[in-house]
């Protein structure tokens, strides 16, 4: 009887250490939700929220990402778009020419297989899936050159597909905008 | 009491099979896109070779031993004679048919798209409907797991599953559900645009169905260790499980939460809004909680195994734990494994974080941290753990065996950790060759030389598991007596219908799956104009 009651009484033992132990751990998931909330709304860290389309087969032809529409352009409000598009196996343009310590918009998309674009030394990464527009916000607080690898199996070149982002100073970007053309660093 | 053990060694032996396959070609990719190794002039094999890679390891290494453990369950936790021997041969065999059906275009290059798909790039229909045989293969497993539950209810009315057994079918719904994701991808959408029916594929959409099955793939591979943890280790060990109900809870929530989680693999995808995301993201978060639990309650487990064996003190008791036997060997390092592998899981699943490492080595770095090591160390325990059964023998080189499970442990970890590394540095994925000449590029080149060597150390242990394993179908005989899981410190009279059965659980999941990919499912699929041309591999 003595054994029995010892058995009951240590049961009860276990389960209250286990729901201190559950209570901790759901109290670490809630957390983490949290964090991630608030930092998504606060500061407006998210990945990209909208969806846009595209047609891939029309790339080339008019709208938004036609060969002579690519690269960096400042606006007349002072923001700054760049539009690239991927395709097996290079991006264009192949060297992207930005202004330092500037709110940048990325535009990209993709002419026919699933790519994708990641600036090594930054967190600036995402796909490019044909069909769809991505966009992405940043800004380079230093000036150099950074590597921008195809970061998505698009087939047996991928290991080739390599480009370029060249940051520069904002007066020579400034310089170098006027009269509102495309610009990039190919070839230079 | 085995009874079946030609069809569970027929499983076993399939699957470390095409694994020991599959892991010499990890080895060479290691090799040949390491500073070690001299550039391939044709690029295109070190694809074939990762479609090779990652197909085997995917979708039919895990699936084979799951499904002859999930067997091996069936009769020894039931003891009870399988129902359906005829159409588990069958489901083997498909199986093995759908392995072959899917190996031979790859390797002939005309399905170098990866075992993701990846469409617009579309390859051999012969490969994508080896991969759908697999898993229909498969899926008659799950049906008999469900048959032979239900036959043992019936002659049990009221009694509690055995654990073993309660995990084992939920993990075979787990897959049968997560697998639908896939299917529909390769049926509705991939197949017919293979076989030329139609020229046109929404990559959105596919990219969409494909997260439906990723997730909880890997939960489906996890099941079988997180079996081996509750209802081998301790017994193994001499101890017993802490709690029953927590394992029931732990498996049930995996069973609910792992599957509506799948498009935080899609964060960085422009086809799913901001909003879906979060969802993903949170429930990724929920998942952590059957882990965290279940660490809490083998570390209970196994703190009573050695405290039985005289253990004394707050740690104290960690050095009169059996370290010399190889289960708890296996435990420990999977453990490391799963603790290292877990915090990454969270920094991936993280809203914010993911973008730093999407796509890189990193990325690649987890998954094998996770799978490759905390998963399969325990599924050589397994094998090491059932082997006497099956083969009436005894495996008695336990020195051999802990060396194995050593060099699994720091071949994973020697792999691994400069992988995490270069891919912070932003080093991506699935290249044939990096250009080591190039200044941006040199620094990254060590790192990538250590994790070569990392996967020779890895293939040494592999090829180690295969030679223990056949050694031990010619040693002496011995009678391994009943094949018995560990018992619980309270093992219950009785089970809350909750905790006893799964209806309820499997609905839980349906509708959370239907609530968190319904929506963009269906809006995707209504889009207009987001169909592109296929771009077929090796047609030329």
């Known amino acids: ?188 | 009491m085995l009874a079946n053990r030609k069809l569970i060694l027929a499983h076993f032996w399939f699957a470390f099979s095409v694994f020991g396959v599959a892991l010499t070609l990890g080895a060479w990719q290691m090799f040949i896109r390491s500073p070690i190794g001299t550039w391939l002039s044709n690029p295109e094999l070190y694809y074939r070779s990762l479609t090779a890679h990652g197909t085997v390891m995917g979708y039919v290494f895990p699936t084979l031993v799951a499904m002859g453990f999930g067997y091996a369950i069936s009769e020894a936790a039931l003891e009870q004679r399988l129902v359906g021997v005829r159409w588990a041969w069958a489901g083997f065999w498909l199986i093995v048919l759908g392995s072959v059906m899917a190996i031979i275009p790859i390797a002939l290059g005309r399905a170098s798209v990866l075992y993701t798909f990846y469409p617009p790039l579309i390859g051999s229909p012969f490969y994508y409907i080896g991969v759908v045989l697999v898993v229909v293969g498969s899926w008659i497993w799950v049906a008999l797991m469900a048959i032979n539950l239900r036959v043992w209810r019936k002659a049990h009315p009221g009694a509690p599953v055995p654990l073993a057994m309660f995990a084992n079918v939920a993990g075979s719904y787990l897959w049968a559900w997560t697998a639908v994701g896939a299917a529909l991808e390769l049926l509705l959408q991939i197949i017919p645009v293979s076989v030329g029916l139609k020229a046109t594929i929404d990559a959105g959409l596919a990219r969409v169905f494909f997260s439906w099955t990723l997730h909880a793939i890997v939960y489906f591979w996890l099941m079988p260790t997180y079996i081996a943890y509750y209802t081998i280790v301790p017994r193994a060990i001499g101890g017993r499980v802490y709690s029953d109900t927590m394992a029931r809870i732990s498996f049930i929530l995996f069973l609910v939460v792992a599957m509506p989680i799948g498009m935080h693999h899609t964060f960085a995808d422009p086809q799913v809004g901001a909003g879906f995301k979060f969802i993903h993201s949170a429930f990724t978060a929920l998942v952590a909680l059957p882990t965290l639990l279940t660490v809490f309650t083998i570390c209970a487990s196994v703190e009573i195994a050695a405290r039985l064996r005289g253990g004394r003190g707050m740690f104290g008791w960690i050095r009169a734990l059996p370290w010399d036997n190889p289960m708890m060997l296996a435990l420990a390092f999977s453990f490391v494994m799963l603790g290292l592998g877990g915090a990454g899981g969270l920094i991936n699943m993280s809203y914010q974080l993911d973008a730093s490492i999407h796509n890189t080595q990193w990325i690649t770095g987890h998954f094998h941290l996770i799978f490759g090591g905390a998963i399969v160390i325990m599924y050589f325990a397994i094998a090491y753990d059932l082997w006497p059964h099956l083969t009436g023998r005894e495996l008695i080189d336990l020195r051999l065996i802990r060396t194995q499970l050593w060099l699994w442990f720091i071949g994973m970890i020697v792999t691994t950790f400069p992988w995490h590394w270069v891919g912070i540095l932003g080093m991506p994925r699935r290249m044939a060759y990096f250009d080591f000449g190039h200044p941006a590029i040199a620094p990254q080149a060590l790192s990538v030389t250590f994790s070569a060597f990392g996967g020779f150390i890895l293939l040494t242990s592999g090829l180690l598991f295969l030679v223990i394993l056949a050694r031990g179908m010619r040693a002496p005989q011995a009678d391994a007596g009943p094949y018995r899981f560990a018992i619980a410190v309270h093992q219950p009279a009785t089970v809350p219908v909750a905790l006893n059965t799964h209806a309820l659980w499997v609905a839980l999941m349906i509708v959370l799956t239907i609530t968190n990919y319904g929506y963009p499912i269906l809006t995707l699929a209504l889009t207009e104009g987001t169909s592109v041309p296929a771009v077929y591999v090796g047609a030329q």
């Open chain 1, 1 to 188: 009887m003595s054994a029995q009651e010892d058995g009951h009484r240590s049961a009860e033992v276990a389960a209250r250490v286990e729901r201190r132990w559950a209570t901790i751990a759901v109290i670490i998931v809630v957390m983490m939700a949290l964090l991630a909330a608030f930092a998504g709304i606060h500061r407006a860290t998210m990945p990209q929220p909208r969806v846009e389309t595209t047609d891939p087969s029309r790339l080339h032809l008019a709208g938004e990402f036609v060969e002579s529409n690519l690269g960096s352009v400042l606006e007349a409000n002072g923001a700054v778009i760049v539009r690239a598009i991927g395709q097996q196996y290079s991006f264009t343009p192949a060297c992207i020419v930005v202004p330092v310590d500037t709110p940048i918009t990325l535009r990209a998309t993709s002419a026919d297989v699933v790519h994708g674009i990641l600036i090594q030394g930054t967190n600036v990464n995402t796909m490019l899936v044909p069909g769809y527009i991505s966009e992405q916000l940043m800004r380079f607080t230093r000036t150099g050159d950074y590597l921008m690898p195809c970061q998505e199996f698009c087939s047996f070149g991928h290991e080739g597909m390599w480009g370029k982002v060249r940051v520069i100073d904002k007066a020579d970007f400034a310089n170098r905008a006027k009269g509102g053309g495309r610009l990039s660093c190919v070839g230079q």
